[in-house]
Nanobody, 129 residues
Framework: QVQLVESGGGLVQAGGSLRLSCTAS????????VGWFRQAPGKEREFVAA???????????DSVKGRFVISRDNGDNAKSIVYLQMNSLKPEDTAIYSC???????????????????WGQGTQVTVSS
């Protein structure tokens, strides 16, 4: 059974930082691109960032470019982790953040949810002003 699990969310003041982690079981996590998405109350889910399977290519939404950094540690497959370092957080970054594994051969860099096959449950990030 495929399972993605996010961690690292929490409450932080504006201007602060958080680092989210995404781990997976039941699949070759280190062989696929991974993306982060977020959904704020009353809003549609939006793309945040994505990283290629190797970690050599990264993509960001304009709203987080220069503040967020996505990375991955492709060690032993059982321990592959994808990170989202979030700096200079703003109240408008408040949302549930979810990681997702991209479909093989998809145009995952376009940030469309339909290009991602497996999803985590999400972790809450709240930024206070």
């Amino acid at each position: 059974q495929v399972q993605l699990v996010e961690s690292g969310g929490g409450l932080v003041q504006a201007g602060g930082s958080l680092r989210l982690s995404c781990t997976a079981s039941g699949l070759r996590f280190n062989a696929y691109a991974v993306g982060w998405f977020r959904q704020a109350p009353g809003k549609e889910r939006e793309f945040v960032a994505a990283i290629s399977w190797s970690g050599h290519a990264t993509y960001y939404a304009d709203s987080v470019k220069g503040r967020f950094v996505i990375s991955r540690d492709n060690g032993d497959n059982a321990k592959s982790i994808v990170y989202l370092q979030m700096n200079s957080l703003k109240p408008e970054d408040t949302a549930i953040y979810s990681c997702a594994q991209a479909d093989a051969y998809s145009s995952y860099e376009n940030g469309k949810a339909e290009d991602y096959e497996y999803w985590g449950q999400g972790t809450q990030v709240t930024v206070s002003s």
